[in-house]
């Protein structure tokens, strides 16, 4: 089952905030996150494992709230670097170590 | 981080014939290697599971005698793409997975099928 992100796309101005959900129907054991430049093959971001968990480096951070089988990556004073598309993996409980990819949210950073 | 190599990184490659692209996981072993598909602008589609020294596990919709896989060792694995079609042209992306549960891509590789 895919996982579903929204939003489609979002456009910010630099320093600007911007937050990119992922929702699933099934229950998830973990929630992976990538970004993609174009061109270039996706580069891990962070994986959450646990209910509950919170993770984060730089301005870029994530949560991943087990009940309700969503995660929501969280970009703060967004840089131009951080343009690209972003996706979340999902594990679901059942899958065996495979994660499916949702279908992505292209982000655009305007100096 | 972990690092993941694929080659070749582009091919190019005449309607019938076959190409194989190998992936490898240069500082870690990895039990489990997973190949993908991307058409352009589109999300990663997982194609199989490759676990080493066993068969492969495809897809649902994946044809396993057109994209064989073959998990030779903790550090390699390989697609080959048989009787190639345009249809076939594609960015494939290999990814492996460490003792972390991190799955760490590979470059890519773009087919063009002519």
Request: aromatic share 10%; proline share 4%; charged share 20%.
């Amino acid at each position: 089952q895919q996982p579903v992100q929204s939003p489609q796309a979002v456009i910010l101005r630099e320093g600007e905030d911007a937050v990119i959900n992922c929702s699933s129907s099934k229950a998830l054991y973990s929630v992976h996150w990538y970004r993609q430049k174009h061109g270039e093959a996706p580069v891990f971001l962070m994986i959450l494992l646990k209910g509950g968990e919170q993770k984060g480096h730089d301005k870029i951070s994530a949560s991943f709230n087990e009940k309700k089988q969503q995660s929501s990556l969280y970009l703060t004073a967004s840089q131009l670097s951080y343009s690209g598309t972003y996706f979340c993996g999902t594990e679901q409980w059942d899958r065996d170590d495979k994660i499916i990819f949702g279908k992505g949210t292209r982000l655009h950073i305007l100096p | 981080g972990a690092v993941v190599s694929q080659h070749p990184s582009r091919v190019i490659c005449k309607s019938g014939t076959s190409v194989k692209i190998e992936c490898r996981s240069l500082d870690f072993q990895a039990t489990t290697m997973f190949w993908y598909r991307q058409f352009p602008k589109k999300s990663l589609m997982l194609m199989a599971t490759s676990n080493e020294g066993s068969k492969a596990t495809y897809e649902q919709g994946v044809e396993k005698d057109k994209f064989l896989i073959n998990h030779a060792s903790l550090t390699l694995s390989t697609l080959t793409v048989t009787s190639a079609h345009p249809e076939d042209s594609s960015f494939y992306i290999c990814s492996a997975r460490e003792a972390g549960n991190r799955q760490y891509f590979g470059p890519g590789t773009r087919l063009t099928v002519t």
